[in-house]
């Protein structure tokens, strides 16, 4: 748990408000220290927030990626549509043993991927472009930039084909590399149902809540999600959407709760 405040408990036990939010799970990795946005959002409003990744990924090892017949030094650019699959690539460059080149392209479906690249590039010094958070976004920028690359997209088992499609349309030389799994973690519907508001960023974790309970009622349950791709998960899950960023005047998630509470008056 992150943040139970002070005023969190007296809201909830006091609070005539039946449809106030007061307690909201995170589906991702808890941050490293307080000095994150999410704090400020608890402190703020009187939250109880908690982190629980929905997903965790199991890396292929060596072995298994050699399977594909897939060298990472063939191809003169990157496609990444998340954190992990930097994590996964980069990590599995240094199995292989394979030395990624100073002058690999990188394309990223959004800005904070971009930066997240700085965890294992000399970022200033690289070619790193990046979408607006959408595959359409993405690929304007592939389009924009594009220079004969030979494109390589490290993706987990359970991916979309959206950006291979569009690269066999646009008759683009390129390859898809499963480097993870994707396996859903183990839940309980009594957990869930301690939240007033469960909060998505990534479709696997919206389809790891429906493998966990199959035929879910949402019932009071709220649930956000984070960008385009898993707000589509929701819907197509046949749940209801409370919160959606980026969105007009809210880009960011915390953003996006703070908005909807202002207007719920919790």
């Not at 996964?88 to 904070?112: I, N, P």
């Not at 595959?135 to 997209?153: A, P, Q, R, S």
């Not at 859903?184 to 309970?213: C, H, S, W």
Request: proline share 6%; glycine share 6%; charged share 25%.
């Amino acid at each position: 748990m992150l943040i139970n405040h002070p005023a969190a408990s007296q809201s909830m036990n006091g609070s005539t408000n039946r449809n106030a939010i007061k307690s909201i799970l995170i589906t991702q990795p808890k941050p490293e220290n307080d000095k994150n946005p999410y704090s400020e959002l608890a402190r703020k409003f009187g939250l109880v927030i908690e982190f629980k990744p929905f997903i965790h990924l199991e890396p292929l090892s060596a072995k298994e990626f050699r399977k594909w017949k897939i060298n990472p030094a063939d191809f003169t650019a990157v496609v990444f549509t998340s954190r992990g699959a930097v994590d996964q690539f980069f990590k599995l460059c240094d199995e292989l043993r394979v030395k990624v080149s100073a002058d690999m392209k990188y394309y990223c479906l959004g800005e904070t991927i971009a930066l997240y690249l700085q965890k294992y590039i000399l970022y200033r010094k690289r070619k790193v472009f990046h979408g607006d958070g959408t595959v359409k976004g993405l690929t304007e920028i592939i389009d924009k930039h594009y220079d004969g690359e030979k494109f390589l997209i490290p993706c987990s088992d359970n991916h979309k084909s959206d950006l291979s499609d569009y690269f066999r349309r646009v008759k683009y030389e390129c390859a898809e590399a499963v480097i993870f799994k994707t396996v859903p973690v183990q839940l309980t519907e009594k957990e869930l149902r301690k939240y007033d508001l469960v909060v998505f960023f990534t479709p696997a974790g919206v389809q790891a809540l429906i493998q966990n309970f199959p035929g879910f009622k949402q019932k009071g349950l709220r649930i956000a999600a984070f960008g385009p791709l898993t707000t589509q998960a929701v819907l197509d899950s046949g749940l209801k959407l409370a919160i959606q960023a980026p969105a007009p005047g809210t880009p960011s998630m915390t953003m996006a709760i703070e908005h909807f509470l202002q207007q719920s008056g919790t």
